[in-house]
């Protein structure tokens, strides 16, 4: 017991000597997190209790249970995650404690531990998060909100190694002047919906929130409530965009290495979010407009308010290429931070009023200027 906690301390020692190695950009990401963080909070407390506060209270105590279920599955895919990662690298702790011949029954204790605190920290920040600015959790709801937590922390943990090392039929085009500009679209949106695993559950979430749209405007509700199932469905596929672009970061050298410019890597994950876009706002559009179309509401109306639901959908799929490096794009909690906040502010912006859509140009053209050539030093 006592060489598995020597063995705990020594791994926490390894990581404080990683953080000071590279010091200053660990500073500066963190300084930005916190930043992103409180601000998200602001954003949080000022915009959506405003907007909620609207609502009747057995609608808002329904809002504030479907968000504590969302803390405590995002919670527990990040702690699948994170055990997940260090249980296949190759250069993990547990690895490197079996290369100097530790005892295997010290290596279980260390793992236990290891894999604990893991655990623990994710769900802790769910239930003080949850019980803070949700509602107040008792045994009745806490029970299930465990449950799910450690249903998706574990069935993420023991899911078996990813298969993106395994052959795979090839997407490239015999065109080598076009290889890039199809091939690479192609490849990446194979990369994304159909072999990626957290492309995968975004696209499930995704489905889940496209329904709660149609079931919104199909009820009662204000539009605000159809327009922000919309707008959290085109959210989570900006969630899949955001995986598959730290994913090519581990091995971008390739890219680098055959021309690509930044400018180009760019402007091919803006084709991508193009093809998401409109898969999911033509399918908004048509859906919600024969729904009110065939409540009884006139043509023009039900069209527009449809529009403006699936504008707001695509808002956070647009403008993903244009922030994903703006702080470090290999650390997807970052720019999902990013995008949230300022997904928020105009997708709020054209729900006010149509001219919100001025904003898309001066954001777009400053927020590229600002992470221009990042690619190459990501």
């Known amino acids: ?127 003080y998060f949850t019980q803070r600015y949700l509602f107040a959790l008792e045994a009745s709801n806490l029970l299930p909100l465990m449950g799910w937590y450690f249903v998706f922390a574990l069935s993420i943990w023991f899911f078996p190694a990813s298969d993106k090392d395994a052959p795979q039929d090839s997407v490239a085009t015999n065109d080598d002047s076009e290889f890039y500009p199809i091939s690479m679209i192609r490849w990446r949106l194979t990369q994304m919906l159909l072999r990626s695993r957290m492309g995968k559950i975004c696209m499930g979430f995704a489905f889940i929130f496209f329904l709660f749209t149609l079931a919104a405007f199909n009820s009662t509700l204000p539009p605000f409530v159809g327009s922000l199932a919309a707008y959290l469905a085109g959210l989570i596929l900006s969630f899949a965009i955001i995986f598959q672009v730290a994913e090519d970061l581990e091995s971008s050298w390739f890219e680098r290495s055959m021309g690509v410019s930044h400018t180009r890597y760019v402007g091919c994950y803006n084709r991508v979010a193009g093809v998401i876009s409109f898969v999911l706002g033509s399918h908004v559009f048509i859906a919600v407009g024969l729904m009110l179309n065939v409540s009884g509401m006139e043509f023009l109306p039900a069209s527009l308010i449809a529009l403006k639901a699936a504008v707001i959908g695509v808002l956070p799929i647009i403008i993903t290429p244009w922030l994903v490096f703006q702080i470090d794009a290999r650390r997807p909690a970052i720019s999902i931070m990013i995008l949230i906040i300022v997904s928020i502010f105009v997708a709020t912006a054209v729900l006010a009023h149509w001219a919100g859509l001025v904003i898309l140009p001066f954001l777009r053209y400053y927020a590229l200027k600002t992470q221009e050539a990042r690619f190459h030093r990501a």
């Open 1 to 127: 017991m006592t060489l598995a906690f020597k063995l705990y301390v020594l791994s926490i020692k390894a990581f404080i000597h990683r953080v000071y190695n590279d010091l200053l950009s660990e500073v500066v990401v963190a300084l930005s997190s916190c930043v992103l963080a409180l601000t998200f909070l602001y954003v949080f407390n000022d915009f959506l209790n405003v907007q909620v506060a609207g609502l009747s209270q057995p609608m808002r105590d329904r809002f504030a249970e479907i968000l504590g279920w969302v803390f405590f599955v995002v919670a527990g895919i990040t702690a699948g995650r994170i055990s997940r990662s260090e249980r296949l690298a190759d250069d993990s702790f547990v690895e490197f404690s079996q290369y100097l011949g530790t005892l295997p029954h010290i290596i279980k204790i260390f793992e236990i531990v290891r894999y604990g605190v893991f655990l623990a920290l994710p769900l802790y920040a769910a239930f």
